[in-house]
């Protein structure tokens, strides 16, 4: 299946935006890309080994040159690390291509899928208030850039692929 424009998932870590995007890619048939995924393979380094040896502004420029590369694509899945729209100047690129899902998922929701997870420099060993404080705030920024807003709790991945699909095909 041919989608004119690249489908672009932003969203808090954890709300499933690289699981969602493999299959949707899968059921359409296109490639997809995930930033994170992207700058692990290029450094040969996890996001958490990054964060502590360079820092997170080295880990956002990192970020910032993979989504450089990619917003050229067209009628490809792109799914993105949950700072994604710290900067606007990513935005810019992404939206020029792309329609930009939001993954909304509540934030207990998250917290239950990533409770055994030591992957997210910015949630580990970070207390409540801290985290809770970071997801209002991205919350706003997901809110303004995103072009389609899809609601994850309780549902499962293929039901969201679907929503997507049948949301995003019409712009
Ligand atoms: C980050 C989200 C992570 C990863 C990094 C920073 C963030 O991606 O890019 O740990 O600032 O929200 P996921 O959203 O895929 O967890």
């Known amino acids: 299946m041919m989608i004119k424009k690249n489908i672009v998932l932003i969203g808090f870590m954890g709300c499933g ?3 969602v995007g493999k299959k949707l890619a899968n059921v359409l048939k296109v490639d997809f890309y995930d930033t ?3 700058i692990e393979e290029k450094t040969k380094m996890s ?3 990054i964060f502590t040896e360079y820092g997170e502004d080295n880990f956002r420029q990192r970020e910032a040159t993979v989504i450089e590369s990619l917003c050229e694509r067209k009628g490809v899945i792109i799914s993105t690390g949950g700072g994604v729209v710290i900067k606007p100047y990513n935005m810019k690129l992404l939206k020029k291509n792309g ?4 993954l909304k998922a509540s934030l207990e929701s998250i917290l239950q899928r990533l409770k055994d997870n030591t992957s997210r420099p910015l949630l580990y060993k970070k207390d409540f208030n801290k985290i809770n404080e970071l997801y209002n705030m991205r919350n706003r920024l997901y809110y303004y850039y995103s072009d389609i807003c899809i609601d994850t709790n309780g549902k499962n991945i293929k039901d969201i692929a679907l929503e997507i699909y049948k949301k995003a095909i019409l712009i």
């Open 36 to 38: 994170d995924e992207i």
């Open 17 to 19: 935006k690289t699981t």
């Open 99 to 102: 329609v930009i899902i939001w």
């Open 47 to 49: 996001i958490s080994e």
